[in-house]
């Protein structure tokens, strides 16, 4: 039987919080174990859950501001709800006090519009995943992307309470573990990752043998841990360039650097109304958001997503 769960749509600061903003918020929620039911306005996932199966759970809108989640199948216990409900609260990034950027923002006219509530970035359950999903994006379409995130979550994914037989939905995304047992034909015949897979099967080693903690880049603030010191260990792993750990760095909620790349680039120049637009010149133009500079970059780009 379903249960709901229900979380205030406030973030840490105080502020609104849109929720299908923030479910639309970049193109992850595309790829499995997520699903964008744009129709129906909600999110599912399949998240992992400590002492537990993973879960199946499907985020939407409830009443006087909040949000509501439906966990699919067996009854959880109380101590599995909680997690279910607090690893939801961490995709939603509900930890997150964007007020000081909403004070910069409110006096632009070009995204004073998110005040209302937009600016935050769903991210995955680990960083693990967020890590692992950007080095598919890289140098390849959309739709390859998608193959080989459906190939990683279907083959190597544990599967919920009542996931179907095939395909990814229903299932987690892989552990560190999982991934470096597949081998490195699996990256190449199934996955088809092209010269990504040695990256894939590279980091996912070094996870699970316990050499990399990537969970630990999620947990650093910026003071014990800055952006450049971040950045240079992003760029020290296998297959992350500077776009990838520019998206990587979204995903951690830490938006000082532009994410530059083959769409983001002709996008702003048509935002501007020009044939393109110097790198150098994006930067000055979002110099005064300092370390919300990539953030209001994005939303910029992003708002008719919505």
């Known amino acids: 039987m379903a249960r709901q769960l229900e979380f205030p749509l406030r973030g840490a600061g105080g502020e609104p919080v849109d929720l299908w903003r923030t479910l639309n918020s970049h193109g992850f929620v595309d790829l499995p174990p997520m699903l964008l039911q ?38 959880l216990s109380e101590r599995a709800a909680a997690r279910a409900l607090a690893g939801v609260e961490h995709v939603l990034r509900l930890d997150a006090d964007l007020s000081r950027f909403y004070e910069l923002a409110s006096g632009d006219p070009d995204l004073a519009w998110v005040t209302s509530g937009a600016g935050r970035m769903v991210r995955s359950p680990t960083v693990f ?59 190449r015949e199934v996955a088809r990752a092209g010269y990504r897979g040695p990256h894939l099967l590279s980091v996912a080693r070094s996870v699970a043998e316990g050499d990399l903690d990537l969970e630990v880049l999620g947990r650093a603030s910026p003071e014990d841990l800055p952006d450049a010191e971040l950045e240079r260990q992003l760029l020290a792993l296998p297959g992350v360039g500077p776009y990838a750990a520019a998206h990587v ?23 501007v109304g020009r044939k393109a637009v110097s790198d150098a010149a994006m930067a000055r133009r979002f110099k005064r958001y300092g370390s919300y500079a990539g953030l209001a970059f994005w939303l910029i780009l992003t708002r008719d997503w919505v």
């Open 249 to 271: 760095m979204l995903t951690l909620g830490r938006y000082s650097k532009l994410i530059l790349d083959s769409w983001t680039r002709p996008a702003y120049a048509r935002h």
């Open 129 to 187: 995943e967020d890590v692992i999903k950007t080095i598919c994006t890289t140098n390849c379409t959309w739709s390859a992307t998608k193959r080989m995130v459906v190939a990683l979550v279907e083959h190597l994914g544990a599967p919920a309470p009542g996931a179907p037989r095939e395909g990814p939905y229903g299932r987690a995304f892989p552990t560190p573990q999982a991934m470096a047992e597949a081998g490195e034909g699996f990256y």
């Open 38 to 75: 744009e129709q129906a306005r909600t999110l599912e996932i399949t998240i992992p859950i400590v002492g537990a199966r993973p879960r199946t759970v499907s985020v939407s809108n409830g009443n006087d501001g909040r949000g509501t989640v439906t966990v699919v199948g067996p009854t």
